[in-house]
């Protein structure tokens, strides 16, 4: 069975770092690309950043980059996203994802999501 | 505003067939494949349909999905009360370097 469990969600004063991680089991995770999606409360989906398989690639969404970075240590079947000058607008469950197509987001499993409040 | 357009809501009875619309440019939709998530209520995003209109196992056949040109459509026929939920496009964005999603349609059965 596929799981992707992240941790790390909490409340975090704006400004402030947060890492998440995702830990998974069920399939080869250093045969797949990896990525971060994330949704704020009660609003859509947005992408936040994806990993290749061996690290040789990394993209990230406009609104986090220069602030966020993905990585990835497959040796412990691990993804995280330290995110660093956390804002109120990042606030959202972010989604630990599974890319079955390489690189390009068929996002065929999906973590239950770890919440991230950013508040004073 | 996402980059991708979906209408909000969709609604139907149960049995109808209902389609819901996503449009993007030749960046996205046209030069890439588009792939459709389900979300229900609570619950994580779901892979509904991949590489346009393949359904991964386990997904009914009553969920179908289309490509033509910068646009993409999923279609539900037979609608059943268990599939009110949020559906949501994606697809690869060429000139963003990353997954545009759209906006979401909430599919309500009446």
């Known amino acids: 069975e596929v799981r992707l469990v992240e941790s790390g969600g909490g409340l975090v004063q704006p400004g402030r770092s947060r890492r998440l991680s995702c830990t998974v089991s069920?399939?080869?995770?250093?045969?797949?690309?990896m990525h971060w999606v994330r949704q704020a409360p009660g609003k859509g989906l947005e992408w936040v950043s994806g990993?290749?398989?061996?690290?040789?690639?990394?993209a990230y969404g406009e609104s986090v980059k220069g602030r966020f970075t993905i990585s990835r240590d497959n040796a412990k079947n691990s993804l995280y996203l330290q995110m660093n000058g956390l804002r109120l607008e990042d606030t959202a469950f972010y989604y630990c994802?599974?890319?079955?197509?390489?690189?390009?987001?068929?996002?065929?499993?999906w973590g239950q999501g770890a919440l991230v409040t950013v508040s004073s | 505003q996402s980059v991708l357009t979906q209408p909000p809501s969709a609604s139907g009875t149960p049995g109808q067939r209902v389609t819901i619309s996503c449009s993007g440019s030749?960046?996205?939709?046209?030069?890439?494949?588009v792939n459709w998530y389900q979300q229900l209520p609570e619950t994580a995003p779901k892979l509904l349909i991949s590489?346009?209109?393949q359904r991964p196992s386990g997904v009914p056949a009553r969920f179908s999905g289309s490509k033509s040109g910068a646009s993409a459509s999923l279609a539900i026929s037979g609608l059943q009360s268990e599939d009110e939920a949020d559906y949501y496009c994606?697809?690869?964005?060429?000139?963003?370097?990353?997954?545009?999603f759209g906006g979401g349609t909430k599919l309500t059965v009446l």
């Open positions: 990993i290749t398989w061996n690290s040789g690639r990394i």
């Open positions: 994802v599974k890319d079955n197509s390489g690189w390009y987001g068929d996002f065929d499993y």
């Open positions: 069920g399939f080869k995770f250093e045969d797949y690309a």
């Open positions: 030749g960046s996205n939709i046209g030069a890439n494949t």
């Open positions: 590489t346009n209109s």
């Open positions: 994606a697809a690869w964005d060429d000139s963003l370097n990353g997954v545009v």
